[in-house]
C-alpha cells in the first residue's frame, strides 16, 4: 500500500540533544512538508519542499532543519536551538493540485 | 494573508443528532479549503475539499460543507452523527491548493 510512514512514533529527547524525525513516503509525490501540532493550537507549518534539493521556511522554522536528498524522503532535525520542542509532528506530501496527504505522527518528548 | 477560525473548540452531540462544525475564513483571493479528521494519536485524512466547482462538497463518511462567499463560511454537517464521528476536526484554507493554513480544530464529542 503507498502511504506516509513516520518513524519512530515516540521519541524523548535529552537537554542540548538533536534528534532526527523520519518521513518517508511512496506516493510518488513531489512537495512534502512538516508540522507542528501543539494542543488547541491546530497545525503549524515549519519546512516545505516542492522539489528535491530545495525547500522553504514555514511559519515556525527556528530551531529546526531540513534536507531533501531523495524523493522519497524529508527528515527533520530538531535541533538544541529549539527550546520547546515537547510536540505532535505530522509530515505531509501532495502532487500539484491535490490535497496533502499525512503521516501518522512522531510525538517527541523531553527527558 | 489568510486565517481560518473555527467557532467552538469542543462540540458535544447526542447520537444521531446533526452535527454542525463551523469554519470562517479571511483570503485576499478565492480559497480552496478543506476539513480534515484526526483520531486520537494519528495523521489527519481528508473529509472534503472545495476547489469552486460547487458550493456544495459532499465528502467520506457522510459529512458535507457549504462554500457561502458572502459569509466566507465553510460549514461542516453531518445530519446523524455516530459514535465514530468522535474526533477532532480541522479546517483549513489555501490559495494555491498547495500550502495550507489550519483552524485551531474543534473537538467532536458523540453522547450515547
Known amino acids: 500500500d503507498g502511504g506516509i510512514t513516520q518513524s519512530p512514533k515516540y521519541l524523548f529527547r535529552k537537554e542540548g540533544q538533536n534528534v532526527t524525525l523520519s518521513c518517508e513516503q511512496n506516493l510518488n509525490h513531489d512537495a512534502m512538508y512538516w508540522y507542528r501540532q501543539d494542543p488547541g493550537q491546530g497545525l503549524r507549518l515549519i519546512y516545505y519542499s516542492q522539489i528535491v534539493n530545495d525547500f522553504q521556511k514555514g511559519d515556525i522554522a527556528e530551531g529546526y532543519s531540513v534536507s531533501r536528498e531523495k524523493k522519497e524522503s524529508f527528515p527533520l532535525t530538531v535541533t538544541s536551538a529549539q527550546k520547546n520542542p515537547t510536540a505532535f509532528y505530522l509530515c505531509?506530501?501532495?502532487?500539484?493540485?491535490?490535497?496533502?496527504?499525512f503521516g501518522d505522527g512522531t510525538r517527541l518528548s523531553i527527558l | 494573508a489568510q486565517s481560518v477560525t473555527q467557532l467552538g473548540s469542543h462540540v458535544s452531540v447526542s447520537e444521531g443528532a446533526l452535527v454542525l462544525l463551523r469554519c470562517n475564513y479571511s483570503?485576499?483571493?478565492?480559497?480552496?479549503l478543506f476539513w480534515y479528521v484526526q483520531y486520537p494519536n494519528q495523521g489527519l485524512q481528508l473529509l472534503l475539499k472545495y476547489t469552486s466547482a460547487a458550493t456544495l462538497v459532499k465528502g467520506i463518511n457522510g459529512f458535507e460543507a457549504e462554500f457561502k462567499k458572502s459569509e466566507t463560511s465553510f460549514h461542516l454537517t453531518k445530519p446523524s452523527a455516530h459514535m465514530s464521528d468522535a474526533a477532532e476536526y480541522f479546517c483549513a484554507v489555501s490559495r494555491n491548493n498547495y500550502k495550507l493554513t489550519f483552524g485551531k480544530g474543534t473537538l467532536l464529542t458523540v453522547n450515547p
Open positions: 505531509a506530501s501532495s502532487i500539484t493540485n491535490q490535497p496533502q496527504h
Open positions: 483570503s485576499s483571493v478565492p480559497p480552496y
